[in-house]
């Protein structure tokens, strides 16, 4: 079955850097565009950072432009995403996310049809 493992999260003071990576297995995972997201307490699941098939096409939410970086191995059948500058407000459990119906990233959480348990990033002020 198809698994996306994230690892990398934890607590950061303010400004500093996180790298995430999230392991896939049980697809072909050069076919899949993969996507972050992330979810604050209280709040609903948003797009961070996605990248086509390829890695040739990104697409980053306007939260993240200038500070997280979304690149892939797919040799590996990984994905990551630097994260630098870290606000407190980037507190958040992040997921990855795949989606195999199209080669372009997108940023609507509906296209993802498979997902993984999260890791959380504290950033402490």
């Known amino acids: 079955q198809v698994q996306l493992i994230e690892s990398g999260g934890g607590v950061v003071q303010a400004g500093g850097s996180l790298r995430l990576s999230c392991a896939a297995s049980?697809?072909?995972?050069?076919?899949?565009?993969m996507g972050w997201f992330r979810q604050a307490p209280g709040k609903e699941r948003e797009f961070v950072v996605a990248?086509?098939?390829?890695?040739?096409?990104?697409s980053t939410a306007d939260s993240g432009k200038g500070r997280f970086t979304i690149s892939r191995d797919n040799a590996k059948n990984t994905v990551y995403l630097q994260m630098n500058s870290l606000k407190s407000e980037d507190t958040a459990v992040y997921y990855c996310?795949?989606?195999?119906?199209?080669?372009?990233?997108?940023?609507?959480?509906?296209?993802?049809?498979?997902w993984g348990p999260g890791t959380q990033v504290t950033v402490s002020s």
């Open positions: 990248i086509s098939r390829s890695g040739t096409i990104t």
């Open positions: 049980g697809l072909t995972f050069s076919n899949y565009v």
């Open positions: 996310a795949a989606d195999g119906d199209r080669a372009s990233p997108s940023s609507s959480r509906t296209r993802y049809e498979y």
